[in-house]
């Protein structure tokens, strides 16, 4: 059974930083793309971040380019994603996402979804 738990989430203030945390049972993250994704309140889920597997380039979503970096640590089997200068707009809940071919990952229909990690960032 694949299962994705995503842990880090919490209550900032903004200009502070946090480390959100993908772990993964039952798969092996080094076969899979994987990315994050955060739902804001009232809105539809969005594309923060993805890296793909056996390497190569990282994406970030504009809004976040040049504040959150992710990391994949294949040995461990977690993915993480550092957010730095969080700003109250990074309010939502953020989750964790795989899947073995990149186009699923690409158009937010990846096969395996963490349950998310609440993220609050206080003005």
């Known amino acids: 059974q694949v299962q994705l738990v995503e842990s880090g989430g919490g209550l900032v203030q903004a200009g502070g930083s946090l480390r959100l945390s993908c772990v993964a049972s039952g798969v092996s993250f080094s076969d899979y793309h994987v990315g994050w994704f955060r739902q804001l309140p009232g809105k539809e889920r969005e594309f923060v971040a993805r890296t793909r597997r056996g390497g190569g380039p990282t994406d970030y979503a504009d809004s976040v380019k040049g504040r959150f970096t992710i990391s994949r640590d294949n040995a461990k089997n977690t993915v993480d994603l550092r957010c730095n200068s969080l700003k109250p707009d990074d309010t939502a809940v953020y989750y964790c996402?795989?899947?073995?071919?990149?186009?699923?990952?690409?158009?937010?229909?990846?096969?395996?979804w963490g349950q998310g990690t609440q993220v609050t960032v206080s003005s």
């Open positions: 996402a795989a899947d073995f071919e990149f186009l699923r990952l690409d158009r937010g229909q990846a096969r395996y």
